[in-house]
Every structure is written in C-alpha cells, then in structure tokens.
C-alpha cells in the first residue's frame, strides 16, 4: 500500500527535525524494516524505516531540511502505483515536475525565451530565475534551495544557476554544491599524467561526513565508504584522513610539516543540527525566561558519610550524586512549585520528580531523566542513574530518555567548578547547579576552628514564576536534607 513517510514526533518537546541523510535514492525499492533515512531532532539522531515493501517513488524534503512532525519527507508506493493524492497530501504535485521538466528544456535549449518556455508560468518564472542568477552569488536567494546550499554556495563563491538539483522538485541541496564544487576543481593528475577518476564518482555521504572530510582535508570522493548501501560514514572520512597524514610523513616532508605546524590555522566548524537545536533552545529559555541564580554552601561531611556507608551496606554502588538526588526530591516535596514547567501561560506543577541529569556527550550536553524519584530506593534510584548516564554516553539513548523531566540538576563540581549560573531548561522552571566540594576552615560552636568539607549549590530560577524567597526557602531546605541526611537514607534504603 502507497504512503506518506512523515517526519516522527521524537518527544513531546520536538518542534522540528532536520532530514539529514537519505539512506536511499529516488526510484531505489526499500524494503520494510530497513532504515530509509536519518533525522536529527531535540538533541538526538534517529533512523526511519520502510513501513512497507515498496519503491522511493519522491523524495518531498532534501537533505539539510527541515519540517515539523508529521510534515511529508518522501512517497514510498509500488513502482507503477498511482501516487496522484498522496502527491496532494505531501503538499507537491505535478506542477513541481513540470517545473523541473521545463527548466532542462531551457537549458537544452540555451535560452529562457523560446516559445516553448515562454508558453507556461512556470517556464517564465524559470526564465526569471536563470535571468536574476546571471549576475553571480547574488541571484542564489532567487534559486530553489535549500538554506545549508545558499549558505555553502556563498561560502565557495558558487553561482547555484549552474548547480543541478537532485532535491524534490529539482531543488539544490548541500551535496549537490558539494558535489558542483568538487567537479569545478582541476582535476588530479598522477606520475604517468593520468587524470584521477574521481569527479565522476557519485559520492553517497550525510553532510555531517562531508564537512568533517573539507576539515581534514580528505578528497571526500576518494574515501571508501562502510555504512548502509556503500554510504560514507564519519568514522570512513576519520580513517582516510589519518591514511593521508600517515602517507605524508616522512624525511622529505617534515620541514614543510615543521612550517606549517607553525602557521596558525583557522577551522571552521559549523553547528550539527543537535547542536544547533540546543543552541536555539538555550538561547530561547535566556531570552524568554527571567533567570535569577542563587548560591547557598553546605557542610558535606555528612552527606559523603551517608553515601559510604549506602555504598557498604547496599551492594551497589551508591554516590554522593544518590544521596543528593534524595535530598532534592524530598525538597521539592516541601516546594512543589519548583518541580514544574511554564508552557502556554500556564504553570504546571507534576506529581512525579522526574529529574533530568546533564550529561557532556560529543554532540553536546544532553539531560536524561530518572524517573520519579521519590518511589525509588536508594539501590533502585543508584541503578537507574547510572543506566540513563550510561546510554546517553555510548549514544544508546532514546527520545524517552530525554523526555518529560520536571526538574534539572547540572554538576560541574566534577571539573572542580565553584560557582555557576545554569541555565534552565525548557519548559522548566529551575535547575539546580551542583559546585565542587572543597576544604574550608569553619567555626565550630566551641569557639574553636576546623577543617571542614563543603559543597555549595547554584540555584536557578524563572523570576516570572516564583519570586526569590521562595527560591531562597528550596536551597535552605535542600541544605538542610544535605547536611543531615540520614533519615532520608535510611527510609530509602528500606523500600
């Protein structure tokens, strides 16, 4: 059965998803269950498979594009299977295919304004479009595009006028500038004068290989790719390019490798669509919500005894991130209004602490959830903890990892970090920045001095939602349960 493969709804948060690879060309039979296409979306990657046995009938969304979930990506049906209303309900139709159509007879033709081109709309607004390109760069936000292309073609100087567009609807997309600009470069020649046969090469590589080969240098054509149908993977791009640099060391190259190690050298390096994603949203939660930290320090010493003797007593292994965990849901069960979002004017207070745990994984910082806490025990909630970090470190993490958390704490602690202002992650309402432990000399209630160790906390908050004493009475109680958290271990460690 003929069908629209839509952009999925990876997370109750996912606003858009970007088309970052097809695994298949047009008119390629896919088969179901094996993967189609890559999309990246809320700070994850995923694969779309075939549904069904069928053939790529028409690609809707290019590589590099994005849509919203549940927007049309391509056409999967039988190869001689009318696709006439699934085209309407994709939102193209034949008009983009006559376009097309038209637009290779004027090329064919050498002219814009042969009687032919000159008989349609659309030949006339090809016409235009080839007449506003002539002029160079400058016509390239006139041709249909995809944004990474217009980008990338002004980048290399490019006329996108003289680009064939393999997109839907003959729109140009990365690859095809890619591809333009390699084939436009002189071709390499070996000892006996041959030239390489590489420009006729049709490379099948996602933009992510395709910009870590023009930052190591690596002839993107001449990489033999390991992935899915011959596809070139960044780990291919990564192998050719420590092959070149092997190739070329040797006694006769290492003062021109001594010069130019002592050149600066500039790299660009654009941002990943999960990268991306995490800058617009973090740029949207400063810019929306009222951020207002607050710092409060706490004695430890307690707490590390308590996680020690958890640790012993339990048979797992149980840290101080635990036992904080217990402090935290305990003080938002004292301050519910904390563990919340703000979405659409509304402030929603939820029944479960589902806390998100920021991780640093490659592609950025990501924060799976360790749901509700409260009902955990302490050996349950150390296990959990450390599976979610675990799969968001190895990249086996999934959408429901990182979906509905209430609450947010970011440790830097780790990294010796003292003081901080997290930045809340959205739809939340607050995070709570965990600092590092150090050594301090204090007042003891005998007038005498010791050495103790402290922790201190960051705290968060959207100003437009709760007001600072409120946020100043949650860190007096979370220091409270920290420095004495013995009957939260306890009651925990009997569940």
């Not at 002592?262 to 949207?284: K, N, Q, W, Y």
């Not at 749901?371 to 955990?376: C, G, P, Q």
């Not at 922790?455 to 920290?482: K, N, P, Q, Y």
Request: charged share 25%; glycine share 10%; net charge negative.
């Amino acid at each position: 059965m003929a069908y629209v493969v839509k952009m999925p709804k990876l997370g109750l948060e996912m606003k858009s998803g970007e088309l970052s690879a097809w695994l298949v060309s047009e008119g390629d039979e896919v088969t179901e269950g094996e993967p189609i296409a890559e999309i990246e979306s809320e700070k994850t990657t995923a694969e779309i498979d075939a549904k069904e046995d069928g053939v790529l009938r028409r690609v809707v969304l290019a590589e590099g594009e994005s849509t919203a979930p549940g927007g049309a990506l391509a056409i999967v049906a039988g190869a001689d299977e009318d696709i006439t209303q699934l085209e309407a309900d994709a939102g193209v139709g034949e008009g983009g295919e006559e376009s097309a159509a038209t637009d290779d007879a004027a090329a064919d033709a050498g002219t814009a304004e042969t009687t032919e081109t000159a008989a349609t709309g659309d030949a006339s607004s090809v016409a235009k479009r080839r007449s506003s390109g002539s002029s160079g760069a400058s016509g390239n936000g006139e041709v249909r595009a995809s944004p990474r292309a217009k980008r990338l073609a002004d980048d290399l100087g490019l006329d996108l006028t003289a680009v064939e567009g393999t997109g839907p609807q003959g729109a140009i997309t990365e690859s095809d500038v890619e591809a333009a600009a390699e084939s436009a470069t002189p071709a390499e020649t070996d000892d006996s004068g041959a030239t390489a046969d590489t420009a006729d090469k049709r490379v099948f590589a996602p933009p992510s290989a395709r910009r870590l080969a023009r930052e190591l240098g690596v002839d993107i054509a001449a990489v033999e790719g390991t992935g899915q149908n011959g596809r070139i993977t960044e780990s291919d791009v990564r192998a050719a390019g420590g092959a070149s640099a092997a190739a070329t060391d040797s006694p006769a190259t290492a003062g021109a490798d001594a010069t130019a190690a002592s050149e600066p050298v500039e790299t660009e390096r654009p941002l990943s669509g999960m990268r991306r994603t995490i800058a617009d949203r973090l740029g949207e939660s400063y810019r929306e919500a009222v951020h207002v930290t607050i710092d409060r320090r706490a004695d430890a010493e307690e707490l590390l005894a308590a996680a020690n003797a958890a640790d012993d007593a339990l048979g797992v292994d149980v840290s101080i991130t635990d036992v904080l965990l217990l402090a935290l849901s305990a003080s938002l069960d004292e301050h519910p209004e904390f563990n919340a979002t703000f979405e659409d004017g509304v402030h929603r207070l939820h029944g479960e602490h589902n806390v998100c745990i920021a991780v640093d994984i490659d592609e950025g910082l990501i924060a799976p959830v360790v749901r509700d806490v409260a009902s955990l025990s302490l050996a349950e909630l150390a296990e959990t903890r450390a599976e979610v970090t675990q799969r968001a470190l190895s990249g086996d993490f999934t959408m429901d990892d990182l979906s509905g958390g209430t609450f947010t704490v970011s440790n830097l602690g780790v990294l010796g970090v003292e003081s901080f202002d997290p930045v809340i992650n959205p739809p939340q309402v607050a995070i709570l920045g965990v600092n590092t432990i150090r050594r301090e000399a204090v007042p003891t209630d005998d007038g005498d001095v010791a050495v103790r160790r402290v922790i201190s906390f960051s705290l968060s908050f959207d100003h437009r939602i709760v007001d600072g004493a409120d946020a100043a009475r949650m860190l007096g109680t979370l220091v409270e349960h920290v420095e004495n958290p013995w009957s939260l271990v306890i009651a925990a460690g009997g569940r």
